[in-house]
């Protein structure tokens, strides 16, 4: 991976959540890809996909490892408290973010 952060220590800075921090399918998909294989594997494990849950366009998925990952948009009122310890975490990436109403989505 080019930045050298797996998903799996990524996923292990949020220890209140690790398992719902990324959707993960086979393979390396587009958008349009992810989506059917998103909805494909919710419904073979009795669940449901909702791509409004997650940054899955294109420019937004995390392609490593034979896999596609879709990073969750659902923090809930620990969102800051994440958002600042992926900022901590990893310094060089410059993350920046900022809360959106309903509104701006």
Known sequence: ??????PEKIAAL???RPKRVWFAVSGEANEEQFDQ??????????STFNP???FCEDDELLRTSGKTYAFSKQWG?????AMERLKENFPTHNIEF????????
Do not use: I, Q, Y
């Not at 991976?1 to 797996?6: D, R």
């Open 14 to 16: 949020f220890d209140w």
């Open 37 to 46: 294989l998103a909805r494909a594997k919710a419904e073979a494990e009795d």
């Open 1 to 6: 991976m080019e930045s050298g952060a797996a």
């Open 77 to 81: 009122n620990r969102w800051l408290e």
């Open 52 to 54: 409004k849950r997650w």
């Open 98 to 105: 900022k809360a959106v109403t309903s509104d701006e989505e």
